[in-house]
């Protein structure tokens, strides 16, 4: 007898009602033109998308959020503060097959549109009459605590939730806390998708590492990634790849 499938997104592709012109951004990024062409499954737990500037990374979890009904600007569903739209049309030109009965809680943290999220967040109390929480006096916080309690009070139910470079604001010590949020948020059955630069945080036990590239979409081990080869030999030997950037005169 097989267990019931209870991730709540199980499928990402194209919606079949799209249209779009192939040649344009962002469909001319391989990663995308990989997940519109082919599709791809979404795993259970925590699936981290990896990849240089431009990759499309963030693109992908921009427009997984929006096909799932968030603000593209982040936030949990029914938040609508915008700032300046950014975000492509791709999302409209995806289709989320889901688990009946998914509706469960989602969040969208997107880091460079945090400081919208804080003042929603913010005016909500004011304009409901109550005082804001000191918790949830956001922009009173360091970038970094902020950071930290977003993720410890808006994540912390099991659902859907979706990252982009939430370790922007991170120390390092900060980022090992994130990830044992992560290892918490996989035990607990959320289903997660973050896109990040970091060898730290998508060294996460269990999680499902993506590489994202020219060559599209491929899964790949922590410790092929090239991300991590390019940490490695940095750290290892940093005035070998310094000598070729910097002029000693």
């Keep these: 007898m097989s267990l019931r499938d209870t991730r709540p997104v199980r499928r990402v592709q194209r919606h079949p009602r799209s249209s779009y012109s192939p040649s344009s951004w962002p469909y001319t990024v391989p990663a995308v033109a990989q997940l519109l062409d082919t599709g791809l499954d979404l795993p259970a737990g925590v699936t981290f998308l990896v990849g240089e500037n431009g990759s499309g990374k963030s693109?992908?979890?921009?427009?997984?959020?929006?096909?799932?009904?968030?603000?593209?600007?982040?936030?949990?569903?029914?938040?609508?503060?915008?700032?300046?739209?950014?975000?492509?049309?791709?999302?409209?030109?995806?289709?989320?097959?889901k688990s009946p009965g998914s509706g469960l809680w989602s969040y969208f943290l997107r880091a460079e549109a945090m400081h919208g999220e804080y003042t929603f967040i913010e005016r909500t109390y004011v304009e409901s009459g109550l005082p804001v929480p000191e918790d949830q006096k956001l922009h009173e916080m360091s970038h970094g605590e902020s950071f930290l309690?977003?993720?410890?009070?808006?994540?912390?139910?099991?659902?859907?939730?979706l990252m982009d470079e939430p370790e922007a604001a991170l120390s390092f010590r900060s980022s090992l806390t994130l990830v044992a949020l992560l290892g918490e948020m996989h035990t607990n059955g959320s289903q997660v998708l973050v896109a990040t630069h970091s060898p730290l945080l998508c060294s996460l036990p269990g999680a499902t590492v993506l590489e994202v590239g020219e060559h599209g979409l491929r899964e790949v081990a922590w410790e092929d990634l090239q991300l991590v080869q390019d940490w490695r030999s940095y750290l290892d030997r940093p005035e070998g790849w310094l000598r070729h950037l910097i002029d000693p005169s």
């Design 59 to 97: 693109t992908l979890v921009e427009a997984i959020a929006e096909a799932y009904g968030l603000n593209p600007e982040g936030g949990s569903r029914g938040v609508r503060h915008s700032t300046r739209a950014s975000e492509s049309s791709l999302g409209s030109a995806l289709q989320l097959v």
């Design 149 to 161: 309690e977003i993720l410890r009070t808006k994540l912390d139910a099991p659902g859907f939730d």
